[in-house]
């Protein structure tokens, strides 16, 4: 069975930093984009950041872009997203999600995590 | 970027109802549409992708259709499980976006 597993969410003030973790388990991790999808309190999806199997392409939102980093450890089946620069408008549930293809570009998002949840606040 | 609109935003409707929601998106995406289904507390869930293929799994009661701008999700007969907020996506190109969502709930 496909799982993702987040973890690493947390309470940080602005300006602060944060590293999430996404756990993949149930296929073979190597082949397949992720993505991070973040979801604040009431409100609708938001597509995050994306990577590409060997983790040799990124894609970033502009409302992210210079300030969070995604990245993956193939060899532990594992993706992260490094927080930096922290806002309160960051403040929302974070999920990770597989894509369909080796590549992220047109990869559909067919299996989500849970979420791990963010708050900025001081 | 592609910017996705949705309607309506919400709906009332009794259960065995047809329900049909709408999905545009602001330049053409070829099928790059997925449709995910989310309940409160919960992670969404993928229901169809490429715009008329259903997620293994899914059951036959839901369908998307549509092509270029505009899409459709249809529930054949509503069920007490199918309330829930409904999202479209794009995954044609990056930035990925979403559909501000439509709320399915019970009259």
């Known amino acids: 069975e496909v799982q993702l597993v987040e973890s690493g969410g947390g309470l940080v003030q602005p300006g602060g930093s944060l590293r999430l973790s996404c756990a993949a388990s149930g296929f073979t991790f190597s082949s397949y984009a992720m993505s991070w999808v973040r979801q604040a309190p009431g409100k609708g999806l938001e597509w995050v950041s994306a990577?590409?199997?060997?983790?040799?392409?990124?894609y970033y939102a502009d409302s992210v872009k210079g300030r969070f980093t995604i990245s993956r450890d193939n060899s532990k089946n594992t993706l992260y997203l490094q927080m930096n620069s922290l806002r309160a408008e960051d403040t929302a549930v974070y999920y990770c999600a597989k894509g369909i293809r080796y590549f992220a570009q047109v990869s559909y998002m067919d299996v989500w995590g849970k979420g791990t949840t963010v708050t900025v606040s001081s | 970027d592609i910017q996705m609109t949705q309607s309506p935003s919400s709906l009332s409707a009794s259960v065995g109802d047809r329900v049909t929601i709408t999905c545009r998106a602001s330049q053409g995406i070829s099928n790059y549409l997925a449709w995910f289904q989310q309940k409160p507390g919960k992670a969404p869930k993928s229901l169809i992708y490429a715009a008329s293929s259903l997620q293994s799994g899914v059951p036959s009661k839901f369908s998307g259709s549509g092509s270029g701008t505009d899409f459709t999700l249809t529930i054949s007969s509503l069920q007490p499980e199918d309330f829930a907020t409904y999202y479209c996506q794009q995954y044609n190109s990056f930035p990925f976006t979403f559909g501000p969502g439509t709320k399915v709930d019970i009259k």
């Open positions: 990577i590409s199997g060997s983790g040799g392409s990124t």
